[in-house]
């Protein structure tokens, strides 16, 4: 079972540019998540979705667009770089809606914005 | 709002001897509370929850935490390191009736283990 992968493992962008993260789970979770990590600041929720077909907006979401057409892919878009989304993306996912679900996280994504 | 605190950036402990990483919340209604641990160039790991029940919370890797609901702390702990303990460490909370949406993140700690 792979769990939750994400692809690229890292990249180098130019500002600008168009790009979009990757995140694939084979677990049938209903919720899935995408978080950017930030030296200092923890982890940040960027969007969400409770579920196939369903999107909803998290603490730092602006510069960045979702959508989920199917349970397993919640692709994560950055229509136009800049250099203060170099971070770390991590994508999570979640058996169900409770708040009490416990979110697995894939092995993240390192982005250089330059 | 909800929001987490963890007021050391760093532990230094040494190797047997017993650690605690601090960690306070604050949320509306009751709480659930996470810890997840990170290892170099890792993605984020599961190590326990409250949920509700009993305060001590047992979890993987020998490591437990406490909830105190009048301190509203979630500290974690275990009885006797390893060296192979450390790595970044984070609290995450959610408010109970808050719907699907993410957790919300402490800083984290940053736990050294010394031979």
């Known amino acids: 079972i792979a769990g939750i992968t994400q692809a690229p493992t890292s990249q180098i962008l130019a500002a600008g540019r168009r790009m979009t993260l990757r995140c694939t789970q084979d677990?049938?979770?209903?919720?899935m998540y995408w978080y950017r990590q930030d030296l200092g600041l923890g982890l940040r929720l960027i969007h969400y979705?409770?579920?196939?077909?369903?999107?909803g907006k998290g603490e730092v979401p602006d510069g960045y667009s979702v959508s989920r057409a199917n349970t397993d892919d919640f692709p994560l878009t950055l229509a136009s770089a800049v250099p203060s989304q170099t971070s770390v993306y991590f994508c999570a996912s979640s058996p169900g809606l409770a708040d009490r679900e416990t979110q697995y996280f894939g092995p993240g994504t390192r982005l250089l914005v330059l | 709002a909800q929001s987490v605190a963890q007021p050391e950036d760093q532990v230094n402990v040494a190797e047997g001897n017993p650690l605690t990483v601090k960690c306070t919340y604050s949320?509306?209604?009751?709480?659930?509370l996470f810890w997840y641990v990170q290892y170099p160039n890792r993605g984020l790991q599961f190590l326990l929850k409250y949920i509700t029940g009993d305060n001590l919370v047992k979890g993987s890797y020998g490591f437990e935490a406490e909830f105190n609901k009048s301190q509203t702390s979630f500290h974690l702990k275990k009885p006797s390191a390893l060296v192979s303990d450390s790595a970044l460490y984070f609290c995450?909370?959610?408010?109970?009736?808050?719907?699907?949406?993410?957790?919300?993140f402490g800083k984290g700690t940053h736990l050294i283990i010394q031979p």
């Open positions: 949320v509306s209604g009751n709480p659930y």
């Open positions: 995450a909370v959610r408010a109970s009736g808050g719907g699907a949406d993410g957790l919300t």
């Open positions: 979705s409770n579920t196939a077909g369903t999107t």
């Open positions: 677990m049938r979770h209903n919720a």
